[in-house]
Structures are given as C-alpha cells and as structure tokens.
C-alpha cells in the first residue's frame, strides 16, 4: 500500500486554512462588535452628559423660579402695607378737611 503524501498535504492545508479562515471570520466579527460596542457608548456618554446639562439647567431654573416667588411674596406685602398706610393717610386727611370746613 503505497501513502500519497501529496494528497495527505493537500488535505491538512485544507483544513488549516478552513481553521483559519473562520478563525478570522470571527475576529472580523468581535472586532465590529467592538467597535458598535465603542460607538454605542460614546453615543451614550454624549446622551449622558446632554441630560446632566437639561437636569442642571432645570435645577437652576427651578430655584431662579423660587426666587422670583419670594420676590413676588415680599413685594405683595410691601404693596398691602403701602395701601394700608395710604388708607389712613386718606382718613387724616379727610378728617383734617372736615374740621376745617
């Protein structure tokens, strides 16, 4: 029984080069993962940061908002005792008016 070495060759290259073959189809795909995986979170970094800023700039608005009602409070009360004051003032007057009548 004569071996053919040749064919032996042939069949064991054969193989090899299958193995790698699909040895670089999969690292052709973990590598594109990778690289979605990469982008994916890049995207979500930005999305994360733009969401901090609107949260931040809420916050900031929020208390902007307060402040401009305790402005308002203040103001409304000032207003109450200057009417109050301007009242009497009418009633003195309108006293003195009528003394003098």
Known sequence: MSV???LIISIICTLITCIIAVLTYKNGIS???NEEIKDRVKRDTTISTKL???ITGNTELKND???IDD???SMSERVA???ENT???HERIDKIENKFK
């Open 71 to 73: 402005k308002f409070d």
């Open 4 to 6: 053919n070495y040749s």
């Open 65 to 67: 908002i307060k402040n």
């Open 81 to 83: 005792r200057c009417e």
């Open 31 to 33: 590598n594109k993962n």
């Open 87 to 89: 009242n009497y003032a």
């Open 52 to 54: 901090d800023m609107v």
